[in-house]
């Protein structure tokens, strides 16, 4: 989705939101991913106080901003997704899945990812998730994730059908929006 | 706050924000560099020296299984400094390439000129067109600003379907600009000779 992202291209506006389309998107956020409310995590990402701006992006791609650094986006028809800058800070906040070594190259250059990556001895799915769900793809031997993905398929249905497209990749390490760490 | 939760849940551990993990990234690259072997070689290389000085021997044979010749470069560690010298070397004599627009394309190098035109709106009416100081850093909608409040009239960035950006404004002030943004940007080297008034398409010097 960002494998060609960029600050000038891309972006075709910013609009500061309303206080209460805010709390709109704090409480979108929250819902799904728990872990950021429970503590308060979330009032460190998204103060109240700050101004919330949201860059929109060709293809339907919203992307929260906050202090012109982008935290969250989401398109038409998904939830909302963490950058892995995000995702590397919290690590806890996402369902992991692990590839195998073989496929970190094309993950990285923005593939989506097969079942049999998922399946192999090599991989692992240390989470049971559903269809349409978004996970951190971890890779075998690495410590950090490399991509952001959402399921196509159940994890189940990745184990049984082994075929196909298990997982979208829709952001990963040194794509445009890895690289445009700041937007303006 | 913090206490009341304490108090009432009596988790500690829930009621306190996630501490953020730290994340080294290697600094060139700006990936994890566990990751950096699988960027293109061009990458990898241009990584390399950071890695050598700042990981183990250990964490470089682990985490550079792609690249086949290593095994040799890591026989001893004396060929290793040596070896990564020479890449280092090698990377950074080489000449920057030109900058590659996202999609792919050679970014053009931009003359470095101030184009002034002035276009008849209207028998006694004009606007004033300026374009090319993005070409020397200037936030084009601050100049705009600039502009509109100087001469009190209307002025805005407008994009051409080329991809050009200029400023318009209205009423005929060629040299009123030229003279603003000289005065306004002195830090950004501009001279008289960049100013050259477009008329009829053709260019000529504006002083």
Known sequence: ?????????????????????????????????????????????????????????????????????????????????????????????????????????????????MCPGLTSPGATMHDEVDKETPVAIYAENKEHALAIGYTSMSTEEIRTVNQGVGVETIHCLNDGLWKNNHLE | MADINNADGGDEGAAEPLTPEVVEYEPVTGVPPEFCEYLPKDDFLKALPWLAENRSLEWMQANCKKYK?????????????????????????????????????????????????????????????????????????????????????????????????????????????????????KDKDIKEEHFFSVVKQKKSPLF
């Open chain 1, 1 to 113: 989705m960002f494998r060609k992202f960029s600050k000038q291209e891309s972006v075709s506006s910013f609009a500061q939101v309303k206080t209460s389309v805010q709390r709109g998107i704090r409480a979108n956020i929250c819902a799904q991913y728990p872990i950021l409310e429970e503590g308060g995590t979330i009032d460190l990402l998204i103060p109240k106080k700050e101004n919330v701006v949201i860059a929109k992006c060709e293809g339907k791609i919203e992307i929260v901003c906050v202090n012109n650094v982008p935290l969250f986006y989401k398109t038409r028809d998904t939830p909302y997704f963490p950058t892995l800058k995000i995702l590397h800070k919290y690590p806890q906040m996402m369902p992991k899945l692990r590839v195998d070594t073989g496929a970190i190259k094309f993950v990285l250059s923005g593939a989506n990812i």
């Open chain 2, 69 to 185: 010749n290593f095994d040799k470069i890591f026989e001893s560690q004396d060929t290793l400094e040596e070896k990564l010298k020479d890449l280092s070397v090698s990377t950074s004599a080489r000449e920057p390439e030109p900058k590659l627009l996202p999609g792919g394309k050679k970014k053009k190098k931009q003359k470095l000129e101030i184009l002034i035109e002035r276009s008849v709106r209207n028998k006694r009416k004009c606007i004033t067109s300026v374009t090319g100081l993005d070409v020397f850093g200037i936030k084009l909608a601050e100049a705009a600003k600039l502009m509109g409040k100087k001469f009190a009239s209307g002025c805005s960035v407008v994009k051409h379907p080329t991809g050009v950006s200029m400023i318009e404004t209205q009423g005929d002030n060629q040299y009123e600009i030229a003279e603003l943004i000289m005065k306004k940007y």
